[in-house]
């Protein structure tokens, strides 16, 4: 089961021969016009819904009684638009509003009984700050990115953030400051070098920033820090 956001383009490909000597399995498809969503509750709600921006091969995976509750709201659904009058689009939406919390318990479900391989990203991802910094790709490029692990570990970055919230606790952006904070700790008590110099190292634009988000999470400045050593 796959989430499409507005605006994103899928494709088919067609096998040699064309497409009568083609295979394709059966299932159901929901399409909303923004329209649909005019005035309701769920116009707003479907945004927090992150798996809209997953990528296809981040689908999810239903056992059979899960496919076949999923496939009576779709029933329900096409059993309403048969028969429209004033109540059609709130019982529709009502509908709607059960698929999407339902594949949100799903996922979270998923994330948990892909424990073990979640724990495995979530190595290869602190791996891949650590060399980040300890090759100075954040001098050259500046602060590591969610998108830039989400595609060194082949994730969409929604799917990601949502992952590691489910394992962690903590979004991706978060583990980058955690890591951030730590890098910062290490050059502050065992370097000379200054507080901008720092920021510069860790990829900052502007020492400025690097104070901000230093004190924000340690509740110290830099050299409030720094000093604690001496």
Do not use: W
Request: glycine share 4%.
């Amino acid at each position: 089961m796959t989430f499409v956001a507005a605006k994103q383009i899928q494709t088919l490909e067609i096998p040699e021969g064309g497409i009568q000597n083609a295979e394709f399995g059966k299932g159901y498809a929901l399409l909303l016009h923004p329209d649909f969503l005019y005035g309701h509750p769920l116009s707003a709600a479907i945004k927090n819904y992150g798996f809209f921006s997953y990528a296809v091969y981040e689908a999810l995976h239903l056992s059979e009684q899960e496919e076949q509750n999923v496939a009576d709201i779709f029933k329900k659904i096409g059993q309403e638009i048969r028969c429209i009058d004033r109540h059609t689009q709130e019982i529709v939406l009502s509908h709607i509003d059960l698929l999407l919390n339902y594949s949100k318990r799903l996922y979270e479900r998923q994330f948990i009984t892909r424990k073990a391989v979640n724990h495995d990203l979530l190595i290869r991802m602190e791996e891949l700050l650590s060399n980040y910094f300890a090759n100075e790709a954040a001098l050259k490029n500046g602060l590591p990115t969610v998108d830039y692990l989400a595609g060194q570990l082949n994730l969409s970055p929604h799917y990601l953030s949502d992952m590691l919230r489910s394992l962690t606790g903590q979004s991706a952006q978060q583990h980058i400051h955690d890591k951030l904070i730590q890098k910062a700790r290490d050059y502050l008590s065992t370097t000379s070098l200054s507080v901008a110099e720092i920021a510069y190292q860790l990829g900052f634009d502007y020492p400025q920033s690097f104070n901000k988000l230093f004190k924000k999470k340690t509740e110290q400045s830099p050299l409030e820090f720094r000093r604690s050593f001496n």
